[in-house]
């Protein structure tokens, strides 16, 4: 069992920033893809971003193109999420995922992944 807690969720303004981390100490997240998803009030839990294992190669659901960043750092085997000029329709529970993979493997669906966090809260409102 692979036990991910996720921090960092907060009420921000519009335009503003926020980090999301996402850790285990139960596996080295290097050998897996770490996915983050988000689920607004009556809506579908959708992906965001990803990082594949390995190479960490990225990838971002268009709608946050450009404002998120998702990153790993080895040393604390954690992967974050860097959500800049936050709008309020990216207000939603987010959510990060795991799955053992092979090298360079990646989805933004939800089903491909295993292991999941409990949700940080993200509010975006003046």
């Known amino acids: 069992q692979v036990q991910l807690v996720e921090s960092g969720g907060d009420l921000v303004q519009p335009g503003g920033s926020l980090r999301l981390s996402c850790v285990t100490s139960?596996?080295?997240?290097?050998?897996?893809?770490v996915g983050w998803f988000r689920q607004a009030p009556g809506k579908e839990r959708e992906g965001v971003s990803c990082?594949?294992?390995?190479?960490?190669?990225?990838s971002y659901v268009d709608s946050v193109k450009g404002r998120f960043s998702i990153s790993r750092d080895h040393a604390e085997n954690t992967v974050y999420l860097q959500m800049n000029s936050l709008k309020p329709e990216d207000t939603a529970v987010y959510y990060c995922?795991?799955?053992?993979?092979?090298?360079?493997?990646?989805?933004?669906?939800?089903?491909?992944?295993?292991?999941w966090g409990q949700g940080t809260q993200v509010t975006v409102s003046s």
């Open positions: 139960d596996v080295t997240l290097d050998y897996y893809t």
């Open positions: 990082i594949s294992s390995g190479n960490s190669e990225t």
């Open positions: 995922a795991a799955r053992r993979a092979l090298e360079g493997w990646s989805s933004l669906f939800r089903n491909d992944y295993d292991y």
